[in-house]
């Protein structure tokens, strides 16, 4: 059990590629997997390593990640000693850096008695065992470990990602960026243990010379002038940066040793509950190979698809090679294909949705609450 | 007042043993047996409570209350978790002149004057922790209030042929009882006790102590103090309920309110008929388990079901409840069934009219076949390598 390491959850991750999926919410709560947050790995790992106190660096639009997470009492974080902090950037201007809020909120470092860092991102979905990589970090005497994974190009999930370049000892010696055109690469997964002293000394010697990107960016820049240590992760690990690879990663969940793997018995992922009942199929429903949360009512058709809580699907309504987020209704004789909608999102009877299995259509989030109250209006 | 002075308190009787749910109950109180997927019995009464805003509920344990104690905690799942209020497990305990174990329902709450005292409430409300069914308590309240009632019962209408199995009341115009009769040979109507109770709390006091002094009493609220109170020519009405209400006494009534839930035929027009889970305004509440969604593979066949997280299913399932973390095979059949949590069906095993308990094991091929009247049960962890079949 980890309890001399505190956790720090960065989320000024790069979004640009998500399209509406986060217009209105940061990359760290895209729901995934029918009933789970992206953030809920990252914490569910820290929280399974025995850590107990996480800060998150919040990015800005942090409504439903706030609503998410809330006191953190799912992971066991609602503490009297220690336990969660949300630090979100409602005096910065959004484009600051980790490092500059890391500044401002010295004091949450200061305070805390553990001496150890876990510095990690949301967007690099595994289920991973940091006891071992902390102890892999100790023995190593290096000041800083990055977690990586070789990852086959094939399918240009981990483009653009930070690539390590290593000496034989496993010493990182240089980092690049993936451009997709070597067939294996050692990706980045932005994953770095250090000690608290090591990371107040990168933050102040940061902002000293002005070179003020991001944490993992001075990292990668500055490698030769520190001993960096790399850990190879050998499990699968899930890359959210695109729409592609969003709509990739959910299908991962059907292949039945992934789903095993990251939803293991022993280290758990845990999430915000919402009380949803169980989940009706009805006499005329036709089920396969899917994926499916609590609370929804199915008469229709539903083959290769993530169906998040409270989702209804009409009789002769067909949803395909999908994702479908909560509450959505489908009406009857409806049919989609390669979609991906957000929340709330109402289909016509009889309507047709089509996108591509590399590009899927995304439906925008609709308001709930809204549609209901103009409703009422109308009404009256 | 320090903040805890109420108008009205629940009090919820959840020491029975169940005894005729068998297998069931062996380790278990029966409110904490699993219910419909995800719920466990007492489920719905909590959930009634905090539906009804009604934030001081005791609960009364006593027969194997261990799982019950863990599955209420502090209250949290029910927002019973109140820095005033809230949910108080109330097991039986000693004082100085000894102590004794609830020797009835009556003697239950009477052992317990001292907490309902701390809220000094004018109105007890009294819940059994076994049955299932949704309902605001508020509007009872309020028929109680309006009626200027001593003591007011909910009540239902069971089919005549039943009737003998419930405390059954005979009422005038105005819902007013004249009459009450504990489970009669020949019932004279089919207005059958829910087991809720309101009482205005001082005269209820009163009855209590003179029934804890009475050694021939079964100390019964049912058998002893309503009886009584009605031969005083106390104000007792029946409020009558038109929802769905079963008392899952039996391990048939127990299958059948969990194949109730499948019903899809039922009238719009018809309450009673099937118990609503979906309602987002009245929602069920529990202390929930961190597992991923419900898998469903290739090749499985799932119809007419209810099925929960953490399932996994690559066999056929029809007309059953399935809980939390259930394995069905390949080329396994669940028909009309009710599995119970951390349970495998294996490869090619059939289940038939039937309950799994909790964490057994039907192993590959094996047939488990009751029928209806006659369910077969396999029990907790109980790896089951046989044939089970009844005829």
């Not at chain 2, 605001?136 to 009540?155: G, L, P, R």
Request: net charge neutral; aromatic share 10%; hydrophobic share 35%.
């Amino acid at each position: 059990m980890l309890t001399n390491y505190l956790g720090i959850v960065s989320l000024t991750e790069n979004d640009s590629k998500l399209k509406s999926l986060t217009a209105t919410r940061p990359l760290a709560s895209i729901p995934i997997f029918g009933r789970y947050r992206v953030i809920d790995f990252t914490l569910s790992n820290l929280v399974n390593a025995g850590v107990t106190n996480v800060g998150i660096l919040a990015p800005a639009k942090s409504r439903s990640l706030i609503d998410h997470v809330g006191t953190g009492k799912p992971w066991d974080l609602n503490r009297k000693v220690d336990g969660l902090y949300i630090f979100n950037y409602s005096y910065e201007p959004p484009s600051i850096s980790d490092i500059k809020l890391l500044k401002s909120n010295m004091e949450f470092l200061l305070r805390s008695k553990k001496e150890m860092v876990i510095f990690t991102q949301s967007h690099m979905i595994c289920n991973i065992d940091f006891e071992e990589v902390a102890r892999c970090h100790e023995e190593s005497n290096a000041d800083i470990t990055v977690v990586y994974k070789k990852v086959n190009n094939e399918d240009d999930l981990f483009l653009d990602a930070p690539t390590l370049i290593l000496d034989e000892d496993s010493k990182v010696i240089g980092v690049g960026k993936n451009i997709g055109r070597r067939a294996f690469v050692n990706v980045s997964l932005d994953m770095f243990l250090l000690s608290k002293e090591f990371l107040i000394e990168c933050i102040l010697g940061c902002l000293e010379n002005g070179n003020c990107g991001s944490f993992r960016d001075f990292v990668y820049k500055n490698v030769q002038n520190m001993n960096v240590n790399a850990y190879e992760f050998k499990g699968y690990v899930g890359c959210i940066n695109s729409i592609s690879s969003y709509f990739k990663v959910s299908m991962d969940m059907l292949n039945v040793d992934i789903q095993q793997e990251l939803f293991s018995k022993e280290r758990p992922v845990y999430t915000k509950s919402n009380d949803s009942p169980p989940t009706r199929y009805f006499s005329t429903c036709e089920v396969e190979n899917s994926f499916i949360s609590n609370g929804c009512l199915i008469e229709g058709k539903v083959k290769n698809s993530i169906i998040s809580r409270g989702v209804v699907i009409e009789k002769d309504a067909v949803v395909e090679n999908s994702i479908i987020f909560s509450k959505c209704v489908i009406k009857n004789g409806a049919v989609l294909k390669n979609v991906i909608l957000d929340k709330n999102v109402v289909i016509d009877s009889n309507a047709t949705l089509i996108g591509h299995n590399k590009n899927p259509l995304v439906m925008e989030k609709q308001s709930e609450v809204c549609l209901n109250l103009l409703k009422e209006v109308k009404r009256l | 007042m320090n903040g805890l002075k109420r108008e009205i308190i629940a009090m919820v009787l959840a020491g029975g043993q169940g005894s005729r749910l068998k297998e069931l109950t062996k380790t278990n109180a029966k409110p904490a047996v699993e219910f419909g997927g995800k719920y466990r019995i007492i489920d719905f009464t909590l959930s009634n409570c905090t539906n009804s805003s009604i934030d001081v509920v005791g609960v009364l344990t006593q027969y194997q209350p261990f799982t019950l104690h863990c599955h209420i905690g502090i209250g949290t799942a029910w927002d019973l978790d109140r820095s005033k209020g809230g949910v108080y497990i109330l097991p039986p305990h000693t004082n100085d002149s000894g102590g004794n174990w609830y020797k009835g329902t009556a003697d239950a709450i009477y052992q317990n004057m001292n907490f309902v005292e701390l809220f000094s409430p004018e109105y007890l409300l009294v819940l059994s922790g076994d049955h299932i069914y949704t309902m605001n308590y508020q509007d009872m309240f309020k028929f109680h209030k309006e009626k200027k009632a001593d003591v007011t019962i909910a009540c239902i209408e069971v089919p005549i042929q039943e009737a003998s199995r419930f405390g059954i009341m005979n009422t005038n115009e105005d819902n007013r009882i004249y009459e009450f009769e504990e489970k009669p040979k020949h019932p004279k109507n089919n207005l059958a006790s829910m087991g809720i109770y309101i009482f205005n709390w001082e005269k209820l006091k009163k009855y209590l102590k003179e029934d804890a002094k009475d050694e021939s009493s079964a100390h019964d609220f049912g058998k002893n103090i309503i009886p009584k109170m009605l031969k005083a020519g106390e104000r007792m009405f029946a409020y009558p309920f038109r929802g769905y209400w079963k008392d899952v006494g039996t391990v048939e009534s127990y299958w059948e309110a969990n194949m109730d839930l499948l019903n899809e035929s039922c009238p719009v027009d018809a309450p009673g008929c099937y118990l609503d889970l979906y309602n987002d305004e009245y929602k069920i509440y529990t202390s929930s388990i961190a597992y991923p969604p419900q898998y469903i593979a290739p090749g499985a066949n799932v119809k007419k079901s209810m099925i929960v997280e953490g399932c996994s299913i690559w066999g056929e399932v029809y007309n059953s409840v399935l809980s939390y973390n259930v394995y069905v095979g390949k080329n396994a059949k669940v028909i009309n069934s009710v599995i119970l949590s951390n349970s495998f069906i294996e490869d090619d095993a059939v289940v038939e009219n039937a309950i799994i308990c909790s964490g057994a094991k039907v192993l590959k091929g094996c047939i488990v076949r009751g029928k209806p009247g006659k369910i077969a049960v396999v029990p907790e962890n109980k790896k089951q390598s046989s044939n089970m079949i009844l005829e």
